[in-house]
């Protein structure tokens, strides 16, 4: 069952900040987040651990929240370069070694 | 450099055609993945494999076979392939533990269109 990301796109000037979300119905083990850019393959930013930890790389960070199953990804003073697009990737407590991913967010961050 | 190599990175077939899709990994990483990417959509699992000797079946795994060649190599072939089949296939691989937290490494790609 795929994750939901929430929202499906953003548009940012630069400077601004943004957050992304992540939920699942089922109990997760991890949650990864990745960036991909037009015509790319994506790119591993971030992986979260049951436990409720928070992460970070450089203005991009992360939480996990175990009780609610929900993972939220937080960009911070935006720069052109974070535009593309945003998965999160789940992996289950029930079926572990694979991650599904969510439908992506777009964002475009302008000057 | 190291990574994920996948071949070819285009392909066009006809309606009924086979292929194969060839992936190569040099990072020593136990798990690897096929996923297909369709325009403006997600990332869709179709066939996984944890560990070498061992494949199991994704969210879409109809109309497809795998093969874990060996720990660097894992194939994916269409039999018979059909128009719902064009996309962008990528090959991941990872060696996700604990206390290495590196996620997926994907390959460029391979773009397919049936026709």
């Known amino acids: 069952q795929q994750p939901v990301q929430s929202p499906q796109a953003v548009i940012l000037r630069e400077g601004e900040d943004a957050v992304i979300n992540c939920s699942s119905s089922?109990?997760?083990?991890?949650v990864h987040w990745y960036r991909q850019k037009h015509g790319e393959a994506p790119v591993f930013l971030m992986i979260?651990?049951?436990?409720?930890e928070q992460k970070g790389h450089e203005k991009i960070s992360a939480s996990f929240n175990e009780k609610k199953q929900q993972s939220s990804l937080y960009l911070t003073a935006s720069q052109l370069s974070y535009s593309g697009t945003y998965f999160c990737g789940t992996e289950r407590m029930d079926s572990s070694y694979k991650l599904i991913f969510g439908s992506g967010t777009r964002l475009l961050v302008r000057p | 450099n190291a990574g994920v190599t996948q071949t070819p990175k285009f392909q066009v077939l006809k309606t009924g055609q086979s292929m194969t899709l060839q992936c190569a990994q040099d990072m020593n990483h136990n798990s690897m993945y096929w996923y297909r990417q369709d325009p403006g959509m997600g990332l869709r699992l179709i066939y996984y494999s944890a560990s070498e000797g061992t494949t199991d079946k994704g969210e879409v795994p109809n109309g497809y076979n795998v093969s874990r060649l060996n720990k660097r190599e894992f194939s994916l072939r269409l039999e018979s392939a059909a128009p719902s089949q064009t996309s962008v296939y990528f090959c991941a691989s990872s060696e996700i533990q604990a206390w290495n937290a590196d996620g997926y490494t994907f390959g460029s790609g391979t773009r397919l269109t049936v026709v």
């Open positions: 979260l651990l049951k436990g409720g």
């Open positions: 089922k109990a997760l083990y991890s």
